[in-house]
């Protein structure tokens, strides 16, 4: 078995653990909320900010014999410069405050998944941060068009506000294809450890970020709480 496929096979379990959190369920099946699509775009930039620093510092971390991927981490970073703006672009669509995103806090569960990012490539094999980029991009492919579909309908939002899902979802569809290229170059056990490792993490935390977002009201509560106002 190839190592792609045997990062897919020993990640199954993590990342199916991502897709059940109930805010994607819930996007999936139209159970959305402006505050809840714009929690989740604010979280975002404040991950996707931190993509081409990471990039920069894995690759300036890496050790001589991992030297030839300098040029693929080169292009990774050409291609991922400006995204949070994109995310920006997408709040003030939104008829949201994006320049209050842009210079406040993350959530917890952001902030503690961009420092283990940083701390995998840090401190242990920066190789690991690999298992970043497959959660990301794998979960983009899978879910951003579905979810981006799903939101826009009943909100009712312009396409305008949907260039980060909607792009990523195309983009990383191509990039999947190269990162499985690349990881089949990887043939180091210890780098493919890493790699799956990083990976299972990065599940685990990127599907707190997912949790720790607010849930829509389901349309009984919502009128509730809409006749109480």
Known sequence: MNFYNHLLEQTATARQGLLATPIIQGALRGEVSLPSYVSFLREAFHHVRHTVPLLQAMKA???PQHAWLHGALDEYIEEEAGHDEWILDDIRACGEDAEAVRHGAP???TEVMVAFAYDTIARGNPLGFFGMVHVL???????ALLAADAIQRPLALPDAAFSYLRSHGTLDQQHTAHFARLMDRIDDAQDQAAIVHGARAFYRLYGDVFRSLPLPLPQVQRQSAEALA
């Open 61 to 63: 971390a890496l050790r």
């Open 137 to 143: 991009e794998g979960t983009s492919v899978s879910l």
């Open 107 to 109: 959530g917890h569960a």
